[in-house]
């Protein structure tokens, strides 16, 4: 299958929310969305890590028809489900993926030249080894974890903004920053060379989506 | 992506070994695959549900290195997976989808005409469903439990040999029998219409797995 050049959109930048199962829950997942994009967020990732893909793909067929062309809709992990998605006619753009799905270059060939790709990184070892795949493979990195993240209490001691911004420096590919960001981190973030910043509990565990979504996609700027 | 006709396996039948990871382990997975196909069996199925896909993929790839042109090598529940295997040159032939993993119809968009596509079924209703998608999305249904099993100890209450048949009589597509079976079950389950049997412990679990496939195959006939 091959995407679309006219769905495609941009590379992520600025605010880039990780929806996220565990932390929106099912009742509220699409309303969050919502309230995000209302806000000015440009950029969905759907992440469901302990759901089917059955679910994964409710979920994300759900987020691709609230948002419509409003915002970049991202697959988390899951390549079949992006690909599935995208066969019943969703309007998605892509796939983010960890250190343990399929691999960028694979994933590359089965998306389609036109789908985004995104990898997450955090090491310099592991910038190597995406600097080194074919030009075109990966569209951005997601680069973290920035600070101690409930999302993800597994991950190794968090970067700091200093060592992101040494990541970030090592490479020409635009780097999502990720992992307990808060609104007062994204100046200081810009500086560093972040081309965006994701978050999922910031704006999926405010009471008000929208209000955080609003005070983020204020304080990153235009 | 298409899969080639030339690649096509026959539809399964005989003896389907389910190779689990939680039950052959890390260390003698390729090995038991191996032996299992020395001893006959003509199709493997590699299901590893707690692994990444990344893992899977390895392990997909090694068994599709291991068996070559000797067996029909299909991948449980992810389809993502048999895709870059496939995109990596692997030969493999098909997905297993359960009742949670991406819908068959769609499954079938993505991998191709050529590959064939399993689905898992153990209600009359899950038949029904089944009998009305268009013809050629499925290709054999996986049925059971026909016992209780280790593997999956979660399934509701077992069909039992008479209960399989009731199914097998409601549909035209190949049924392969699954669940907690033993080489006594075969002749009587092939009695009621099964057009295979898949075992997962039967052969991985076993001290002997050549000797306990060889059995198998044996007591289900030519």
């Known amino acids: 299958m091959t995407v679309e050049l006219s769905d495609r959109r941009p590379t992520p930048s600025g605010v880039y929310f990780v929806a996220d199962h565990a ?23 759907v992440r469901d890590k302990l759901g089917s893909a059955a679910r994964q793909l409710e979920l994300l067929s759900a987020v691709a028809r609230a948002v419509g062309d409003r915002a970049t809709v991202i697959m988390n992990d899951r390549v079949d489900v992006f690909l599935a998605a995208h066969a019943a006619h969703a309007l998605v753009h892509g796939v983010h993926l960890g250190q343990h799905d399929v691999p960028a270059v694979l994933a590359r060939r089965l998306v389609g030249a036109e789908a985004i790709v995104g ?31 409930p999302t993800k209490p597994d991950h190794p001691a968090p970067l700091g903004i200093e060592g992101l911004g040494a990541l970030v420096a090592s490479t020409t590919l635009p780097c999502i920053a990720i992992g307990g960001i808060e609104a007062d981190d994204l100046p200081a973030l810009r500086r560093a060379g972040a081309a965006g910043v994701a978050v999922a509990s910031a704006i999926g565990g405010a009471d008000d989506a929208h209000g955080a979504a609003r005070r983020l996609v204020t304080a990153w700027g235009p």
């Open 23 to 45: 932390v929106c829950g099912d009742g509220r997942f699409v309303e969050v969305v919502r309230q995000a994009v209302a806000a000015g967020v440009r950029t969905v990732q």
């Open 119 to 149: 990898v997450s990184a955090q090491t310099p070892q592991q910038f190597d080894e995406i600097e080194r795949l074919p030009p075109g493979c990966v569209d951005y990195l997601g680069v973290g974890a920035v600070r101690e993240t």
